[in-house]
């Protein structure tokens, strides 16, 4: 019962993840700090590509843990 629970937690975990992040990402890609003047990626963007990256990272992560409880 308590492997149901953190399977169930790691799904959530991930489903969050791959939901919310490329949201985020798509509105801070508008945003103007994003880009200079002459067009190139800011280290805003950059931060946040990366944070979003981890994210997803830790989403697959999550999935797999997830698969590897629920296989006896």
Same mark, same amino acid.
């Given at each position: 019962?308590?492997?149901?629970?953190?399977?169930? $937690?790691?799904?959530?975990?991930?489903?969050f993840?791959?939901?919310?992040?490329?949201?985020?990402?798509?509105? $801070?890609?508008?945003?103007?700090?994003?880009?200079?003047?002459?067009?190139?990626a800011?280290?805003?963007?950059?931060?946040?590509? $990366?944070?979003?990256?981890?994210?997803?990272?830790?989403?697959?992560?999550?999935?797999?843990?997830g698969? $590897?409880?629920?296989?006896?």
């Amino acid at each position: 019962m308590d492997s149901l629970f953190a399977v169930v $937690v790691l799904f959530a975990n991930a489903l969050f993840n791959v939901v919310a992040w490329p949201q985020f990402l798509r509105r $801070v890609s508008r945003d103007p700090r994003a880009r200079n003047a002459s067009g190139k990626a800011t280290a805003f963007l950059r931060v946040h590509v $990366v944070l979003v990256a981890i994210a997803l990272a830790l989403a697959v992560a999550s999935v797999v843990a997830g698969i $590897v409880l629920l296989v006896p």
